[in-house]
C-alpha cells in the first residue's frame, strides 16, 4: 500500500532554532496537509498545500508541496516550548479513491 | 462552533464488554472517519462514511461496526472488546472525500 516515509522521527532543539521536517513518498499525492498533535489531544490542521510546487507560510511554518508531488516539507523558524508535540504529515490522494495517507509522526521537543 | 465532538473521553472495559463511541460534527460536513492511533503505527483508518447513508472499510475493520446516524453523528460500536482494541480513537470529518480532515480529541480505550 501507500506509505510516507517521515523523517527525523524525533528532534530536541533549543528554543530559537528553526527546524525542518520532511516526508517522501514513492506516489503521487495531489494535497499535503500538515498535522500538529499535543499530548492528550487530537491532531490540528496547520498547513494544507494543493498544487505542485507550492509554498505556503502559516506564521512561523513554512511548508511546500514538492514538484515531483512526491514529498513536502515543514520548516518552523524560531521555535517557542508550545512547539512541542508531535507533527504528522499526510497525502491525499484522488481520483474516485480518496484516501489519506499519514506519516509515522515526528517527535519535537524545545528546550527552553 | 464546536468541531468534531466525542463522547467519552476516557473508557475501560472488561474483555467481551460491548461499547459505543460516539462523534459529531458541526461543520455540515459530508464525510466522517473513525481511525486509532497506537504507539508506533501513526493514525489508521478503520471505517469511514463518504457521505450519509454510506460506511466503508478502511484499513483495520475487524471487530468493529460502524453507523452513520444522520450527516452530524458517526458511531463506532465494538460489539465484543479485546485487549488488542486498546488504543485511542479519532473521528475526523471532511466536507468531502477530497478535502482535509478534522480531528476530534480522541477516545482513550483501555480493554483489561
Known amino acids: 500500500g501507500q506509505q510516507l516515509n517521515q523523517s527525523p522521527q524525533s528532534m530536541f532543539i533549543q528554543e530559537g532554532e528553526d527546524v525542518s521536517m520532511n516526508c517522501t513518498s514513492s506516489s503521487i499525492f495531489n494535497t499535503w496537509l500538515w498535522y500538529k498533535q499535543d499530548p492528550g489531544e487530537g491532531p490540528v490542521l496547520l498547513i494544507a498545500l494543493y498544487k505542485a510546487g507550492e509554498l505556503t507560510s502559516n506564521g512561523r511554518l513554512t511548508a511546500q508541496f514538492g514538484i515531483t508531488r512526491k514529498d513536502s516539507f515543514l520548516n518552523i523558524s524560531a521555535s517557542i516550548p508550545s512547539d512541542v508535540g508531535i507533527y504528522f504529515c499526510a497525502g491525499l490522494t484522488q481520483g474516485g479513491s480518496e484516501k489519506l495517507v499519514f506519516g509515522k509522526g515526528m517527535k519535537l521537543t524545545v528546550n527552553p | 462552533n464546536a468541531g468534531v465532538t466525542q463522547t467519552p473521553k476516557f473508557q475501560v472495559l472488561k474483555t467481551g464488554q460491548s461499547m459505543t463511541l460516539q462523534c459529531a460534527q458541526d461543520?455540515?460536513?459530508?464525510?466522517m472517519y473513525w481511525y486509532r492511533q497506537d504507539p508506533g503505527m501513526g493514525l489508521r483508518l478503520i471505517y469511514y462514511s463518504a457521505s450519509e447513508g454510506t460506511t466503508d472499510k478502511g484499513e483495520v475493520p475487524n471487530g468493529y461496526n460502524v453507523s452513520r446516524l444522520n450527516k452530524r453523528e458517526f458511531s463506532l460500536r465494538l460489539e465484543s472488546a479485546a485487549p488488542s482494541q486498546t488504543s485511542v480513537y479519532f473521528c475526523?470529518?471532511?466536507?468531502?472525500?477530497?478535502?482535509?480532515?478534522?480531528f476530534g480529541p480522541g477516545t482513550r480505550l483501555t480493554v483489561l
Open positions: 461543520m455540515n460536513h459530508n464525510s
Open positions: 475526523a470529518s471532511s466536507r468531502g472525500r477530497g478535502n482535509e480532515q478534522f
